[in-house]
């Protein structure tokens, strides 16, 4: 990657100025991040959620959904750690997360952040929120809804974040180098975006159906034994889609650092590493998504996972093509 040291400022848009059609063509394929503003507005969770002075309401979030159990980090521990995986990651109640944000706890030195709080999937009775319009578009979760109700656990990239001043999110690019938006139902994030680092994701040839998903990640031999179901919105969407359709992940500029406000919604560019500080008590709303504007780049990450599962394993497990997709699939989940 080659970067040079001028810095774009990222752009400010209201959001009602922005058709789908304009996002797409002006930041979804162009790959460049903007703030949408007034993005908030109409969503229960916006004044549900957040006290009269503008600050996270604990206690109706204790009250309406204290049972729930969370990803909590501890951004205070082993540096600033911050994400699932991290060893000071551990699951906490809502009720008990409330309980040591409005107790002792903040005072001893922890820093606890409650981070990938699945909610929309745990409570779509709820309507906490709608997802706007330009950003709709959405493979991924789609995919997870088509599957919701089957015998085996699905995911869900939707998620809610709740952290004090002063907890972290590392230097990262999101899961599958997917796309993925912040919206601040309170508080000020702090974003500071490197662009990407990764070249090697940028797909070669074409997809020109939903069967290349398959000749991308499952060799020749072992296709019959994946799943390929035609009702799959994730499959069915990859249709005629030309890697030149999508931008490169070589840029040549950079955002400059950002700060997001109550009411704002950061759009983070596909594959753009990015590391974020809550400047105040933060309150958002958080999804990770794919469409054909790049998912060329997630069936390459896919890629490269499997064949570095593959060579981890023994010959015989490796040949498993059951096995090898559940670890893909566990690999290819981390956040």
Known sequence: ??????????????????????FRRLYLV????VVLTGATVGWRAASDWVTADGEPDLPALARLFGQDVVPVADCSRNGRLGGRAAAACRDMRVA????????????????????????????PEYRAYHTPAPLADDWLNEHWAARRGEAEEVGDHRF??????????????DVLFSYSWSANLCGVKHWQPCASMDRSVRARGRITSRHSLHRLLVPASQRALVS???????????????????????????????????????????????????????????????????ATWALRRCSAYLAAI?????????????LCMQ?????AGRR
């Not at 080659?2 to 304009?22: F, W």
């Not at 008990?96 to 929309?120: H, I, M, N, V």
């Not at 005629?240 to 109550?262: F, H, K, M, Y």
Request: aromatic fraction near 8%.
């Open 327 to 331: 670890l893909l699939r566990r690999r």
């Open 228 to 294: 390929d179901s035609a009702s799959d919105p994730l499959h069915g969407g990859l249709r005629a889609l030309s890697a030149a359709g999508g931008a490169p992940l070589e840029v040549t500029q950079r955002a400059g650092e950002n700060d997001s406000r109550a009411g704002e919604l950061l759009f983070v560019p596909s594959g753009w590493y990015h590391e974020v500080t809550n400047l105040t008590p933060v309150l958002s709303v958080n999804h990770n998504w794919l469409n054909g504007a790049n």
């Open 310 to 322: 593959r060579a981890g394993l023994n010959p015989e497990d490796a040949a498993d093509a059951t």
């Open 30 to 33: 162009p790959n460049r991040p």
């Open 96 to 123: 008990e997360y409330a309980a040591w944000w409005q107790g002792s706890g903040r005072a001893s030195g922890e820093c606890l952040y409650l981070k990938d709080w699945t909610f929309a999937a745990k409570h």
């Open 1 to 22: 990657m080659q970067l040079t040291n001028e810095e774009e400022a990222v752009p400010r848009r209201p959001i009602d100025s922005l058709t789908p059609a304009e």
């Open 160 to 173: 809610v974040y709740l952290g004090p001043a002063g907890s972290t999110t590392p230097l990262h690019a």
